[in-house]
């Protein structure tokens, strides 16, 4: 190794920071940050350095990185929290599913989707141009509550005088809310001097949502008692005989003159509207 004077520099080639110390040191290569330490000219020989770019902004990067990333959890935790919400129950498709709701009251069924109450409004003739052919033929079941009175077993029609027939079901919920209106218009239209009957006929599959039904009717007003047309050749041969299909739409009614005519069927639930025109329809006093 080539001796130097003290404080002498011998630069190598291109690697003007390569030193070589007096003593016999072991050549060292220091590693020196431009931006700390700038190394005087008696020390080393250059070429001069160029200055050093500024230095990054690692924190300004880091700090965007951090809010993407907050963003995305936020994000991530609203959509977990959206799954997390209880599914809803799905509405029953099936008439004889005998379901009961936390009210304890049968649940409706949209199985046979029942026509809706019609709106409030002008009055409508609903049985106009209507005209008369043959009467609905063949036999009912009967079902009752406890402490009921049991009804005839068929239906005199023919006998002179009018027979209102309401078919109706327990998960049907239009045809709950008429009953009330048609037991009073019962009553109503007697006084007014129309001889008539109104029979209802269940159409339920379910012959213990039907019982639950009329057992929870009130004793004073409510139907505790109905004819029952369950599913089979039975019903198909009394609707057929009405022109309706065999899984009507409901409510469905049918009115049969005093001699045994079909004189009138509406579809759908009949409302306080609806009176005038049918007690005319029926001749009752004014």
């Not at 599914?87 to 989707?113: C, D, F, L, M």
């Not at 002008?122 to 609905?136: I, L, S």
């Not at 023919?158 to 309401?166: D, E, F, P, Q």
Request: charged share 20%; with cysteine.
């Amino acid at each position: 190794m080539e001796r130097v004077a003290p404080r002498q520099v011998l630069a190598r080639g291109d690697q003007p920071q390569r030193l070589h110390f007096v003593g016999g040191l072991p050549a060292l290569t220091p590693m020196l940050d431009p931006m700390k330490t700038r190394p005087s000219a008696s020390t080393v020989s250059t070429p001069r350095l160029a200055a050093p770019a500024p230095p990054a902004r690692p924190r300004l990067r880091y700090g965007r990185a951090a809010l993407a990333a907050a963003s995305i959890l936020a994000l991530s935790a609203a959509a977990c929290s959206e799954n997390d919400k209880p599914i809803p129950p799905q509405v029953s498709t099936s008439r004889n599913e005998a379901i009961t709701a936390a009210s304890g009251k049968p649940a409706v069924s949209s199985a046979q989707t029942a026509t809706q109450a019609a709106p409030k409004g002008p009055a409508r003739d609903v049985c106009k141009g209507q005209k008369e052919r043959p009467g609905p033929k063949g036999t009912f079941k009967t079902k009752a509550a406890a402490g009921a009175p049991e009804l005839p077993a068929t239906v005199a029609f023919g006998a002179g005088k009018w027979v209102w027939l309401n078919f109706w079901a327990a998960w049907c919920g239009p045809c709950k809310e008429e009953m009330p209106r048609l037991v009073a218009w019962q009553e109503k239209l007697r006084k007014a001097g129309v001889l008539i009957d109104f029979a209802f006929v269940s159409l339920d599959d379910d012959e213990r949502q039907l019982e639950r039904f009329l057992e929870g009717q009130p004793p004073s007003n409510g139907v505790r008692a109905s004819y029952w047309l369950p599913e089979g050749a039975l019903r198909t041969a009394f609707l057929s005989s009405l022109g309706a299909k065999d899984t009507p739409e409901l409510p469905l009614q049918a009115l049969v003159s005093p001699n045994g005519q079909l004189a009138c069927t509406v579809q759908g639930a009949i409302e306080d509207r609806d009176y005038d025109a049918i007690a005319t329809f029926v001749g009752a006093k004014k």
